[in-house]
C-alpha cells in the first residue's frame, strides 16, 4: 500500500518513486583530518565534507556496494597537499575501484587554506569505476 513502510534493511521497491513537488535530502557527514584518510561515510550518506588539518598523504574512498552518485567536498584548513584519491569497493580496502576523472587527467587541486573543492563521482557498482568531475576553487 502506499502507506507501507519498508525494512530498516533488506527489502526492495519496485515501479518508480515520484517526488513530485517534495525534496529528497542528504545527511552530510564531516571529519576533520589528516594523513592517510579513509571516507567510509558513503555508507551512510552521499554527502561528505573533508577539513584537512595537515598534508593528506593517502587519500581512500570507499564506494557503497551500490551504483550511486556521491560528494566529496575538501575544506582546506591550511595549505595543505591531497594525495590521488584511491578507490575502494566496500568498506574495507580491498578490492580496488578505478577512478576515471573527466578529460582522463586527475585535476589540479586548490590546497589553499579557506577554500574548497568538490569532487562529484558517478560510481558503476557492476564495473566497479567511479568516474568524477571536480568543481574547484571556492
Known amino acids: 500500500t502506499a502507506n507501507a513502510a519498508l525494512p530498516k534493511a533488506g527489502g526492495a521497491m519496485t515501479g518508480d518513486i515520484n517526488a513530485a513537488d517534495n525534496v529528497i535530502g542528504f545527511d552530510n557527514e564531516s571529519q576533520t583530518s589528516s594523513g592517510t584518510v579513509d571516507v567510509h561515510f558513503w555508507q551512510t550518506g552521499n554527502k561528505q565534507t573533508l577539513v584537512t588539518n595537515g598534508t593528506v598523504t593517502t587519500l581512500r574512498l570507499h564506494f557503497?556496494?551500490?551504483?550511486c552518485n556521491v560528494l566529496l567536498v575538501v575544506n582546506y584548513g591550511g595549505v595543505h597537499t591531497i594525495a590521488t584519491p584511491a578507490g575502494y569497493e566496500g568498506t574495507g580496502t580491498?578490492?580496488?575501484?578505478?577512478?576515471?576523472?573527466?578529460?582522463?587527467?586527475?585535476?589540479?587541486?586548490?590546497?589553499?587554506?579557506?577554500?574548497?573543492?568538490?569532487?562529484?563521482?558517478?560510481?558503476?557498482?557492476?564495473?566497479?569505476?567511479?568516474?568524477?568531475?571536480?568543481?574547484?576553487?571556492?
Open 64 to 67: 557503497p556496494a551500490v551504483s
Open 94 to 138: 580491498g578490492t580496488a575501484a578505478t577512478i576515471k576523472w573527466a578529460g582522463g587527467t586527475e585535476p589540479t587541486w586548490t590546497e589553499t587554506s579557506g577554500k574548497y573543492d568538490i569532487m562529484s563521482f558517478f560510481y558503476d557498482a557492476d564495473t566497479n569505476i567511479a568516474y568524477g568531475v571536480a568543481s574547484l576553487n571556492f
